[in-house]
Structures are given as C-alpha cells and as structure tokens.
C-alpha cells in the first residue's frame, strides 16, 4: 500500500516556476515508477511527467518538455516537479501518482493516487 500527499500548489504569474512535492509512505515506494497528472475544469485528466524507479529515466507529454523536470528521492519517499516558465494552460489541480508499469502514461495503469494540488497562473 502507498500514500501519496502532494504539496506546492499555489497562485503565480506567468513565466514564474513552482516546484510540487509528493510524499510517498509505504513500504514499497521503490517498486514504483511515478507520474504527475493533471486536470482542468471541464477537462480530462492528463498525463504530464514520469520518472521510473529503476534508472530514473524521465519523460514528459509535449507542452511541458523543456519547462518542467520530474525528479525523485527514493530515500526521502519523495518525487518532484519542478515547473518553469509557467503559462496560463498549465493552470490545473496536479496530481502525483504510483505505477508498477515503467514508462506508462495511463491512467488505468496508476494504481495509487495523492489528493491532488491545485496550480493556478495568471496571464
């Protein structure tokens, strides 16, 4: 079982950067390959950065790459986006989430949730 609690939402302008934090508890964090998401009013939820367990290989969906970097302390239980640049489309709640499947960008193959944090970035 695995706990994840997301932190470092916040109100920024654009061009500003943010970093969101998820703690993991659990004693299995390393079997894990993590991911954030993210979802706006209206919209579905999508996928945005990935980081595996083994290798800590990273990968990104399009509009962020370039801007955001995942990143994560299996010793701390802890993954990371970092977020720069920040523009108005990246406005939504960001969710961090666990996968026993590397590289997955799907929502049916995260197993574990966090609450989610909200980013909002004014033009």
């Known amino acids: 079982q695995v706990q994840l609690v997301e932190s470092g939402g916040g109100l920024v302008q654009a061009g500003d950067s943010l970093r969101l934090s998820c703690a993991a508890s659990?004693?299995?964090?390393?079997?894990?390959?993590m991911g954030w998401f993210r979802q706006s009013p209206g919209k579905e939820r999508e996928f945005v950065a990935g980081i595996s367990w083994v290798a800590s290989i990273r990968y990104y969906e399009d509009r962020v790459k370039g801007r955001f970097i995942v990143s994560r302390d299996n010793e701390q239980n802890t993954v990371y986006l970092q977020m720069n640049s920040l523009k108005p489309e990246d406005t939504a709640v960001y969710f961090c989430a666990a996968s026993r499947v590397t590289g997955s960008i799907y929502i049916a193959e995260y197993d574990y949730w966090g609450q989610g944090t909200q980013v909002t970035v004014s033009a």
């Open positions: 659990g004693r299995t964090f390393s079997d894990y390959a």
